[in-house]
T-cell receptor
Framework: DADVTQTPRNRITKTGKRIMLECSQT?????MYWYRQDPGLGLRLIYY???????NKGEISDGYSVSRQAQAKFSLSLESAIPNQTALYFC????????????FGPGTRLTVT | RKEVEQDPGPFNVPEGATVAFNCTYS??????FFWYRQDCRKEPKLLMS???SGNEDGRFTAQLNRASQYISLLIRDSKLSDSATYLC???????????FGRGTSLIVHP
C-alpha cells in the first residue's frame, strides 16, 4: 500500500463550489505539506503543518484553507472554487531526522469549470 | 532573481548519450540539496541527495559547487526510461521548507 494517499485522484467541479482534497499517510511523519503544480510554474507551496496544532501559510494560500485532523491526515479545502485553481495538487510528508526528504502522494487533478 | 533556477529544456538526447543539468541557487546559507525525478503526471520522487563531496549512484552523479552556488546532475549512458523532468531542491539553514526549482525536462530518443 502507498505510504501517502490522496483522494480524490481526479475531480471536476464548477465555479463557486466548495471542495475538499484529502491526504493520509502511514509514514508516521509529523510534517505535511500541500502543493499545487501548474505547467511551467513548478511546485508551489500552499500550506504546511509541522504537527497537529501547527498550521502555516505557504506562498499561495489565498483561496485555500487546511485542516490537520490527526498526525496522519491533512485536508485542503477550496471554499469557493475558481477556474484558475485548476491544477495538479500534491500532498507530501517529511521527517526532519531524515535529511528533509519529502514523500509525495500520487496527486489530485482538479478541474474547475 | 529566483531562489532556485533551472534551465527548463527540453534536453533532447539519443540513447547512450551523456547529459548534464545545472541548478543555481541564490541563498548562500543553503545547506541541503537534492535532485528529484518526476514522470509525466506523476508525483516527484527523490533521485539522490547532493553531498559536499559529490556522490554517485550508478549512472547518476551529483555535485555541489558552493563557491558558484550551483548543483549539477550528470547522467551517463542515457536510457529511454530516463525521460522525465528533473527537479532541483534546495533547503537553507534558516528555513524549514525546501524550495523546488521548476524542473528540467529530459527526452531520451532511440
Amino acid at each position: 500500500d502507498a505510504d501517502v494517499t490522496q483522494t480524490p485522484r481526479n475531480r471536476i467541479t464548477k465555479t463557486g463550489k466548495r471542495i475538499m482534497l484529502e491526504c493520509s499517510q502511514t509514514k508516521g511523519h509529523d510534517r505535511m505539506y500541500w502543493y499545487r503544480q501548474d505547467p511551467g510554474l513548478g511546485l508551489r507551496l500552499i500550506y504546511y503543518s509541522f504537527d497537529v496544532k501547527d498550521i502555516n501559510k505557504g506562498e499561495i494560500s489565498d483561496g485555500y484553507s487546511v485542516s490537520r485532523q490527526a498526525q496522519a491526515k491533512f485536508s485542503l479545502s477550496l471554499e469557493s472554487a475558481i477556474p484558475n485553481q485548476t491544477a495538479l495538487y500534491f500532498c507530501a510528508t517529511s521527517d526532519p531526522t531524515s535529511s528533509y526528504e519529502q514523500y509525495f502522494g500520487p496527486g489530485t487533478r482538479l478541474t474547475v469549470t | 532573481r529566483k531562489e532556485v533556477e533551472q534551465d527548463p529544456g527540453p534536453f533532447n538526447v539519443p540513447e547512450g548519450a551523456t547529459v548534464a543539468f545545472n541548478c543555481t541557487y541564490s541563498n548562500s546559507a543553503s545547506q541541503s540539496f537534492f535532485w528529484y525525478r518526476q514522470d509525466c503526471r506523476k508525483e516527484p520522487k527523490l533521485l539522490m541527495s547532493v553531498y559536499s563531496s559529490g556522490n554517485e549512484d550508478g549512472r547518476f552523479t551529483a555535485q555541489l559547487n558552493r563557491a558558484s552556488q550551483y548543483i549539477s546532475l550528470l547522467i551517463r549512458d542515457s536510457k529511454l526510461s530516463d525521460s522525465a523532468t528533473y527537479l532541483c531542491v534546495v533547503k537553507s539553514g534558516g528555513s524549514y521548507i525546501p524550495t523546488f526549482g521548476r524542473g528540467t525536462s529530459l527526452i531520451v530518443h532511440p
